[in-house]
Nanobody
Framework: VQLQASGGGLVQAGDSLRLTCAASEHTFSRYIVGWFRQTPGKERDFVAACKASGGGTYYANFVKGRFSISRDNAKNTVYLQMNSLLPEDTAVYYC???????????????????WGQGTLVTVSS
């Protein structure tokens, strides 16, 4: 499965953005999908993940109710709605699928794969 993240851009603090993760195959609907973010020189950090059915989700603590992950399997797409953006949310955002035998609830980037090209989100103060 190949993934492509899009929807990033330059916004001001307090604004909203919706990121899109699009997959190349309909089998995408079988996978748990996670969003991560990365800034230069730092490790990739977990943001959110959702089950294949979209019925279960979990988030990084720093999200604090500002972000919401959802999916539309008919469109092979997962979304990340980001509200009340902060300058510290500036990063390149990536989506990935949970690898076989990895545990639901993990936040380790090594447990995810099929990373596509990320999308840059820049939040100005």
């Amino acid at each position: 499965v190949q993934l492509q993240a899009s929807g990033g851009g330059l916004v001001q603090a307090g604004d909203s953005l919706r990121l899109t993760c699009a997959a190349s195959e309909h089998t995408f609907s079988r996978y748990i999908v996670g969003w991560f973010r990365q800034t230069p020189g730092k490790e990739r950090d977990f943001v959110a993940a959702c089950k294949a059915s979209g019925g279960g989700t979990y988030y990084a603590n720093f999200v604090k109710g500002r972000f919401s992950i959802s999916r539309d399997n008919a469109k092979n797409t997962v979304y990340l709605q980001m509200n009340s953006l902060l300058p510290e949310d500036t990063a390149v955002y990536y989506c990935g699928i949970l690898l076989p035998l990895m545990n639901w609830g993990t936040q380790r980037p090594a447990d995810f794969g099929s990373w596509g090209q990320g999308t840059l989100v820049t939040v100005s103060s």
